[in-house]
């Protein structure tokens, strides 16, 4: 079945919509199509958001899609806004795709309105920088299921996991799409079973948009290139086996559970998709001609942008953390950081160093995501540092004494400062273009589309 016309009306969204907009479009859903949409609360988040689940078609078989594992992708949202409206309109596509699909727009409405301060714009890396938050490791919906591994014990997942949990063991999804995005590069994915017909073709999907592939680094070291930028989907075991590889004591490195697909694997048999898109690109992210510099080099300067930032952020963080009250999230994420950070870049460092495979001339794209990527990068990383006296004065005004008052507002200013300096620097940097919501929309879709269609194909063979 050709898809297209379903594409093409998508609408042309100019923001993101919040958590509460999402809300109100998946109950109006269900008011409008009772005969196809169902709507039931899977749970409740940390601070007792309802975490609402469409139930839309009857097929045969079950997917699961479920948007903003991290708070600041909201991509997959906006996707699954769509999404569900097409389904519930078009009887002709919930027979073409043949499954029953449950979709949760936000898995993470708690840090979803958290980032609520770019998603209406400007889109540019100093407002997505100023206003992002991502949780700590052991809070994150995407990161916090269950496992047992080696020296590697988590049990306890977070109320917004128990809830995917909770319909995964009910449904047992045939295929599961955890909606993640990128901030800055290209396009690029993650699958968890190696079928050509479905790796060999999200390329041209991309290119179908005009929106380039991520040709630079692998996210982590140990990721497995299926093609061009579409790779294995990596999972807590392999994190554990690299830094065991690099560190006496990996666990120590992993304060987290395991992934959404190895849970799901772990109670059926389900093909998992991850499509990462990215807000901006610079046409530099899939430049594959070589540069004189050494793959290694760039590696290594990478891990010297981290550590500067690192360090940079450590010297203020020390001078007000002890006024910092424990259920500031921004405090929570920031100290999970500087905790694992440095140790997660000294086994960084001794896999560039050692690895063979690193001493061949790097690409352009190499080069632009060791460097100007991982600058972007730090500068999210800066963001929690300035945006943890900003919550603290906000809602602990009357337990903060005036001295650890001025103390946060010096540190404020001064990190504020630095992230702005930092963000225009990059911007002069960088001839950056931003990508119209519309387009990481269709992206998102038509990978899905692709995958479910092959999962159809195999079935009938």
């Known amino acids: 079945m050709k898809f297209d016309r379903y594409l093409d009306c998508i609408p042309d969204y100019k923001a993101f919509l919040t958590v509460d907009e999402l809300d109100a479009s998946t109950k109006r859903l269900a008011r409008l199509h009772p005969e196809s949409v169902r709507v039931f609360t899977a749970g409740h988040s940390t601070n007792g958001h309802p975490i609402y689940c469409l139930k839309i078609g009857d097929g045969p078989k079950n997917a699961l899609a479920f948007g903003c594992p991290h ?189 959404s697909n190895d849970y799901a694997n772990s109670v059926g048999n389900t093909l998992t998709l991850v499509s990462e898109l990215p807000y901006f690109y610079d046409s530099r992210i899939d430049d594959t001609s070589e540069t004189k510099t050494l793959r290694r080099d760039a590696v290594l300067k990478s891990c010297d942008i981290w550590d500067s930032a690192i360090h940079f952020v450590r010297e203020l963080y020390i001078k007000i953390e002890a006024d910092v009250s424990t259920t500031n999230p921004f405090r929570q994420a920031l100290s999970d950081f500087l905790h694992i950070g ?62 650890a008052r001025e103390q946060l507002n010096r540190v404020f200013v001064q990190a504020e400062k630095e992230l702005k300096k930092r963000a225009v620097a990059l911007e002069r940097e960088m001839n950056y273009t931003v990508v119209p919501i519309k387009k990481l929309i269709s992206i998102q879709l038509e990978s899905g589309f692709l995958a479910v269609s092959v999962l159809n194909g195999k079935d009938r063979i």
């Not at 140790?343 to 001794?350: M, S, V, W």
């Open 71 to 259: 708070p600041n992708e909201p991509i997959g949202a906006m996707m699954l806004e769509s999404f569900a409206s097409l389904l519930a309109e078009s009887k002709e596509l919930r027979d073409a795709l043949g499954f029953t699909w449950y979709i949760v727009k936000t898995s993470d409405p708690d840090g979803t309105k958290l980032n609520e301060g770019w998603f209406k714009g400007p889109f540019t890396i100093y407002n997505y920088a100023r206003n992002y938050y991502r949780p700590a490791a052991d809070h994150q919906v995407e990161w916090t299921f269950p496992i047992r591994y080696k020296n590697l014990d988590f049990q306890h997942p977070i109320p917004e996991t128990q809830a995917l949990m909770g319909i995964i063991d009910r449904i047992k999804p045939q295929f599961l799409y955890s909606l993640h995005n990128a901030g800055f590069g290209g396009v690029f994915w993650y699958i968890s079973k190696e079928d050509p017909d479905i790796y060999t073709k999200l390329p041209d999907i991309a290119r179908k948009y005009g929106i380039p592939l991520s040709m630079g680094e692998p996210e982590v070291p140990y990721c497995k290139l299926l093609g061009p930028a579409v790779y294995r989907l990596i999972g807590t075991r392999d994190m554990y086996d690299f830094y065991e590889r690099q560190t006496d004591h990996p666990e120590k490195l992993i304060p987290c559970g395991t992934s």
């Open 342 to 403: 440095a140790a997660e870049l000294a086994a960084k460092r001794n896999w560039a160093v050692s690895a063979k495979g690193l001493v061949v001339p790097a690409t352009v794209s190499e080069v632009f995501d060791n460097l100007n990527v991982s600058y972007f990068y730090s500068l999210l990383f800066l963001s929690l540092l300035v945006r943890i006296p900003e919550y603290e004065q906000a809602h602990a005004s009357k337990t903060i004494g005036s001295e």
